[in-house]
């Protein structure tokens, strides 16, 4: 590791001696809540953090050249041969300093945006800074834009809404069994958060969940998430249905080490608790390495990670491979058109293969006919979940459900349509 992240060599007074795929690069952190961290804690303390951050940089990438380029911008120089060098220092930068830091009384959450350039070794210095000044600049911006483009500050509005409403009581947790098909039986089920309005009802998560990850605020409801999962976990378990609850995770929450730190020590403190966790291929491609030490993280104290809305986004193997995850879900997108589309089955029973060739179980969500749940068994998934099994219900219609066993109406009946089902798959 430290032997990728050395200083550049002096350039080479013919050019030719470095190796064509030896690059420099240069990356910019800035801390972009610079003006409202000094405002609470002070000149000398925001000097003190500062100072702080380019340790934590230093241990981060070792050999690198770290410095304080400006009052709020850390510079971090290096040379390596790695090809994802850029995004991988990137990557350590942001995670080396976005955590809570004591300083003196104080404790501060430092928000970084960081960027840079990378080029072949040996060439013009200033255009190399000038290129990572450029990009820090587009990042800052990218940050900024989707608030900017929404009217009216629509995701501060939903924001403090979801505060608003958290702070009242008015969130609950809706549960969708995940049926295992061979055994017939609920192991698992997924929370899904919706809000109980006064005025407008059951409010689904898709009208407050993309804006309030667009502004990175989901913190909050995931850790009051996984506090009620559990609270909700212990009184079906007081009813006989021991369950491993799974909740969604944002991707931003990933690449947060604070809040992995918050949800880690959660958890550990209900030694009951029994969850997991949906995140999805497209946030830990965001940052892979800072993700992937977090969902260790996740995986060491018991907690199981699933792929969620596999398919759906970019798909690499690659990354599959290195995530701590024992179950994939097929996204619904390809579940809900199984018996109606040529392509959509064989995508299906690719995805089941490969997953079990990695040594994972598969879900199927959106089932919402006994000819797909027909069509799954005989591909072999090992699970499935979906309206035809059981919408997502509350806690006490959920203990109703599964003391009357209903999903074995729908997972019985399967059965009788196997065998002309399997025939006709394998012949295709
Ligand atoms: P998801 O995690 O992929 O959840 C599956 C969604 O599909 C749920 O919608 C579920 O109600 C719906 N569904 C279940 N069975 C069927 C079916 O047979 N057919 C069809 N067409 N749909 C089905 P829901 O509850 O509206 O949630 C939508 C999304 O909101 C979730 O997608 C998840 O990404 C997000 N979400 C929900 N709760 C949370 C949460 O607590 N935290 C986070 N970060 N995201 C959440
Ligand atoms: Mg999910
Ligand atoms: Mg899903």
Same mark, same amino acid.
């Given at each position: 590791m430290a032997s990728l992240y050395h200083l550049a060599p002096p350039s080479p007074p013919d050019g030719?001696?470095?190796?064509? $795929?030896?690059?420099?690069?240069?990356?910019?952190?800035? +801390?972009?809540?610079?003006?409202?961290? *000094?405002?609470?804690?002070?000149?000398?303390?925001?000097? #003190? !953090?500062?100072?702080?951050? +380019?340790?934590?940089?230093?241990?981060?990438?070792?050999?690198?050249?770290?410095?304080?380029?400006?009052? /709020?911008?850390?510079?971090? /120089?290096?040379a390596t041969a790695r090809p994802d060098a850029l995004a991988h220092v990137v990557g350590l930068c942001r995670s080396a300093c976005a955590t =809570? @830091?004591?300083?003196?009384?104080?404790?501060?959450?430092?928000?970084?945006?960081?960027?840079g350039a990378i080029a072949p070794v040996g060439g013009d210095s200033t255009l190399l800074v000038e290129r990572a000044e450029a990009a820090l600049a587009d990042a800052e911006q990218a940050m900024a834009a989707p608030r900017a483009s929404l009217p009216?500050?629509?995701? &501060?509005?939903?924001?403090?809404?979801?505060?608003?409403? !958290? /702070? *009242?009581?008015?969130?609950?947790?809706?549960?969708?069994?995940?049926?295992?098909? *061979?055994?017939?039986?609920?192991?698992?089920? &997924?929370?899904?958060?919706r809000w109980q309005h006064p005025e407008r009802g059951l409010v689904p998560p898709g009208d407050f969940i993309p804006a309030t990850e667009r502004a990175?605020?989901?913190?909050?409801?995931?850790?009051?998430?996984? %506090?009620?999962?559990?609270?909700?976990? #212990?009184?079906?378990?007081?009813?006989?249905?021991?369950?491993?609850?799974?909740?969604?995770m944002s991707g931003h929450l990933l690449a947060d080490a604070e809040f992995v730190r918050l949800a880690c020590a959660a958890i550990t403190a209900a030694p009951d608790a029994r969850l997991g966790f949906e995140v999805t291929e497209t946030s830990v491609i965001r940052d892979p390495?800072?993700?992937? $030490?977090?969902l260790r993280e996740f995986d060491r104290i018991g907690v199981r990670i699933s792929i969620d809305d596999y398919g759906a986004g970019l798909s690499s193997l690659a990354y599959l491979k290195q995530l701590?995850?024992? &179950?994939?879900?097929?996204?619904?997108?390809?579940?809900?058109? =199984?018996?109606?589309?040529?392509?959509?089955?064989? @995508?299906? *029973?690719?995805t089941i293969d490969l997953a079990h060739a990695l040594d994972m179980e598969v879900v199927a969500e959106g089932v919402e006919t006994q000819?797909?749940? %027909? =069509?799954l068994s005989v591909m072999g998934c090992d699970m499935a979940q979906g309206y035809f099994i059981s919408p997502p219900l509350a806690p006490a219609p959920l203990a109703a459900f599964l003391a009357a066993e209903q999903h074995h109406q729908a997972t019985q009946d399967v059965r009788g349509s196997f065998t002309r089902r399997a025939a006709g798959w394998k012949r295709g």
């Open positions: 030719n001696a470095a190796p064509p $795929a030896r690059q420099q690069g240069c990356v910019l952190a800035k +801390v972009s809540n610079f003006n409202d961290l *000094r405002r609470d804690i002070g000149v000398g303390p925001m000097r #003190r !953090l500062m100072q702080l951050l +380019v340790g934590r940089v230093v241990e981060a990438v070792p050999g690198a050249a770290v410095e304080l380029a400006a009052r /709020d911008v850390i510079a971090v /120089d290096f =809570l @830091i004591q300083i003196e009384d104080f404790s501060c959450l430092p928000k970084m945006v960081a960027s009216g500050g629509v995701e &501060e509005r939903v924001v403090a809404e979801v505060d608003g409403a !958290l /702070d *009242r009581g008015e969130m609950v947790l809706h549960y969708q069994p995940k049926v295992h098909i *061979r055994r017939q039986a609920i192991d698992c089920v &997924e929370a899904l958060v990175q605020r989901m913190e909050r409801l995931t850790l009051w998430t996984i %506090a009620q999962a559990i609270t909700d976990q #212990r009184t079906l378990r007081a009813q006989g249905h021991d369950l491993r609850i799974f909740i969604n390495d800072g993700a992937i $030490a977090h701590p995850a024992c &179950e994939l879900k097929i996204d619904k997108l390809f579940v809900t058109q =199984l018996t109606s589309s040529n392509r959509d089955p064989l @995508i299906v *029973r690719s000819a797909a749940l %027909a =069509l």
